[in-house]
T-cell receptor
Framework: EVQLVESGGGLVQPGGSLRLSCVASGFAFDKYWMNWVRQVPGKGLEWVAHIKLGGYEKHYVDSVEGRFSISRDDAKNSLFLQMNSLRAEDTGVYYCARDAAGELDQWGQGTLITVSS | DAVLTQSPPSLPVTLGQPASISCRSTQSLLYSDGNTYLNWFQQRPGQSPRRLIYQISNRDSGVPDRFSGSGSGTDFTLEISRVEAEDVAVYYC?????????FGQGTKVEIK
């Protein structure tokens, strides 16, 4: 069974940093592209970042470019999102999601980030 | 960016009746490899999103055949042939053809 389990969420002050993790199981993690997607509670979905195999190619939504960094550790079946210079508008549930047969075929349960003073 | 506009925002449906959701893109979603990377997702209350349809019309494993997708270029449709109570959810279209990937704003399906 494919499982994606996010962790690392919490309350952080504006301007602060946080590192999210996603541990994958049930599939060959090193053979899949991966993503982070976020959702403000009660609102829609926003794709945040993407990483291809080996971490050699990455993409970001403009609003996080230069502040967030996606990475992966295939030996640990893990995906990461380093978030710096956090803003109130970064508040939301962050989901880890796999790409297969197109995009975002499997999702984790999400981890909540609250940016507030 | 490819902006996706869904309509309607809210869709009250009688059980057993059909439902149709439109998704229109500001750019063609046909990729240079000949595929069109348009997906549909379902998000039930309190749950993570679940992909229903990929590349316009391909159902994911376990998705009931009452769900179908169609369209091309910039206009796409998700149809539910006979709505059941478990279909109450917000539905999103999403494109993977262009960077950044973008979602529609969502359509909330509810029972009348």
């Amino acid at each position: 069974e494919v499982q994606l389990v996010e962790s690392g969420g919490g309350l952080v002050q504006p301007g602060g940093s946080l590192r999210l993790s996603c541990v994958a199981s049930g599939f060959a993690f090193d053979k899949y592209w991966m993503n982070w997607v976020r959702q403000v509670p009660g609102k829609g979905l926003e794709w945040v970042a993407h990483i291809k195999l080996g971490g050699y190619e990455k993409h970001y939504v403009d609003s996080v470019e230069g502040r967030f960094s996606i990475s992966r550790d295939d030996a640990k079946n893990s995906l990461f999102l380093q978030m710096n210079s956090l803003r109130a508008e970064d508040t939301g549930v962050y989901y880890c999601a796999r790409d297969a047969a197109g995009e975002l075929d499997q999702w984790g349960q999400g981890t909540l980030i609250t940016v507030s003073s | 960016d490819a902006v996706l506009t869904q309509s309607p925002p809210s869709l009250p449906v009688t059980l057993g009746q059909p439902a149709s959701i439109s998704c229109r893109s500001t750019q063609s979603l046909l990729y240079s490899d000949g595929n069109t990377y348009l997906n549909w997702f379902q998000q039930r209350p309190g749950q993570s999103p679940r992909r229903l349809i990929y590349q316009i019309s391909n159902r994911d494993s376990g998705v009931p055949d009452r769900f179908s997708g169609s369209g091309s270029g910039t206009d796409f449709t998700l149809e539910i042939s006979r709505v059941e109570a478990e279909d109450v959810a917000v539905y999103y279209c999403m494109q993977g053809t262009h960077w950044p990937r973008t979602f529609g704003q969502g359509t909330k399906v509810e029972i009348k």
